[in-house]
């Protein structure tokens, strides 16, 4: 069963571009990544799906349910985490958390102070005195305390330093096995890698790909800069799998994809100073997909 | 209801400080006329050798000022004025602050359809607004009652708080549905404050020259003067019915306008 459906939607504004003909489900159950660099329209989609913005055509289901018509139906069993967490500066943490839960029509007392616990976050303070990364876990706390059977998170891990992050996957992994359905968008790969079964990779307002995470990693690229002891001879690292392929005096650049044990043996066979092997960030990798296109 | 009491909450303050600056308004106001009367001279003959100009912004048209009634006739235009620029202000922000604070994606991502959370923050506006009246109602009568002496001003005073509520609608009105069709967020209350003013000198200009009386439908400050509300002259009709159908199609625009809106 899908929990998201996304048919056409378009959305422009003014003169911002907004997004243009998106399409894709996100089935019951799973955490589906939606990644794309800053301003491709990760924001203007999710924004649509809560009825924020209006789309200017096309139209979204969210169990099933017209995500405009019945707006209110729905937003009874979703969580949200904005990417910029703002609240009312002058309430204590617990009774903003109090006044979320009366939202609800159920009692989240318990599971305020559950998660509270698990994110490390004192209720006791003015959200005004909250710094960045404490507003962020406050914006956890909030979108997670009625148990929502949707969760969208708006690039949630900004502001989040690594042992929380950490403990926030954990918390989003245990809600998705007790069956929650997590949109989870981002702009760094490797999260999304780390977490998600599928991913949409959005750019420019468009839909580049729907892919299984799994399909990701075959055709995964890693970037290679190597700086050798001697100049090389151009054609020395030209192997099938090699592209972007750049040799300047001693720093050898190029993209890799396929079995790694060749290169690996070739930068083994020459005398190097030093050896980066990275991720591509995602611009590399959305250069592929137009490589591809072409 | 949740929605209501926040908001409620969020403008205890600041009516408290409305309450207080209204009150200082009354009593500072009716102070003078102390002052004037001990003095001996007659007020009405001080001011009707003043240039008409000036009495028309003083606003005193043919009030007596020598009783105590008549004195708060003239400073009643100052309280309308802060009366209305607070119904304004708190019309269009109550609506526009989710959006200017960034609280929208807090507020409208709960279950709950925007008409209801419109419904709330009017209410909660209208209950204010009742309140900024009932507190200068009531200073209205305490401080003119010590003046007064023996003369009866309760009648007269519950009647322009009568016609201050109206307008206080009216305006309360006039800045929710600014904060509606506003892209701005940050704009509405500046916008609502500006059309008061240019209402409002509107409404002097038109005391100024006689050839503008029929403009004296499209500012809200001509439509009940102490000098016509009081001593029995009550509220004009045309005017009530008037400001009530401008008060509903202003809330139709703030529902319909809001709903539309993205936020």
Known sequence: MNVIEINHLTKTYGKSRGITDISFNVEEGEIFGFIGPNGAGKSTTIRTLLSLIYPTSGNAKIFGKDCIEFAPDIKKEIGYLPSEV????????????K????????????????????????????????????????????????????????????????????????????????????????????????????????????????????????????????????????????LPGVSQLEVKDHLVHFLFRGNLNGVLQKIAETDITNVWIEEPDLEEIFMHYYVKED | MNIFWREMKSYRKSLIFWSIGVFLMVASGM??????????????????????????????????????????????????????IHAAMLGANIISKEERDKTSEFLFVKPVSRHHIITSKLLAALV????????????????????????????????????????????MSIGTATAAVQKKSKAAASLATGILLLTFVLSIAIDLNDRLASLKYITPFKYFEAKNVMYGGGLDVVFVLLSAALIVVLVAVTYVFFNKRDL
């Not at chain 2, 009568?141 to 009216?170: C, H, N, P, R």
């Open chain 2, 31 to 84: 102070g003078k006329y102390a002052g004037l009367s001990a003095s001996g001279q007659s007020m009405g003959q001080m001011m009707a050798d003043m240039p008409k100009s000036l009495q028309a912004i003083l606003g005193i048209g043919n009030l007596d000022l020598n009783t105590a009634s008549g004195y708060y006739g003239m400073l009643f235009v100052y309280l309308l004025l802060m009366a209305t």
């Open chain 2, 128 to 171: 204010n607004i009742i309140i900024f009246n009932l507190v200068t109602l009531w200073a209205s009568l305490l401080i003119v009652g010590k003046y007064s002496k023996g003369e009866s001003v309760a009648g007269d005073i519950t009647m322009t708080m009568l016609a201050m509520f109206i307008l206080q609608l009216l305006f």
């Open chain 1, 86 to 97: 703002f609240y009312y500066d002058n309430m204590k943490v617990f009774d903003l958390l």
């Open chain 1, 99 to 238: 006044y979320s839960a009366s939202f609800y029509k159920k009692d989240c007392t318990k599971r305020i102070k559950e998660l509270a616990e698990i994110m490390d976050l004192d209720l006791t303070k003015k959200i005004d005195d909250l710094s960045l990364g404490n507003k962020k876990k406050l914006g956890i706390v909030q979108g997670l305390l009625h148990e929502p059977k949707l969760i969208i998170l708006d690039e949630p891990t900004s502001g989040l330093d690594p042992l929380m992050q950490q403990k926030f996957f954990e918390l989003l992994e245990t809600e998705n096995q007790k069956g929650a359905t997590v949109l989870f968008s981002s702009h760094i790969l490797s999260e999304v890698q780390r977490l998600c079964n599928r991913v949409a990779i959005i750019k420019e307002g468009a839909i580049v790909t729907v892919e299984k995470i799994s399909t990701l990693q075959e055709n995964n690229y890693k970037k290679f800069k190597i700086h050798t002891k001697t100049a090389l001879d151009k054609g020395y690292f030209d």
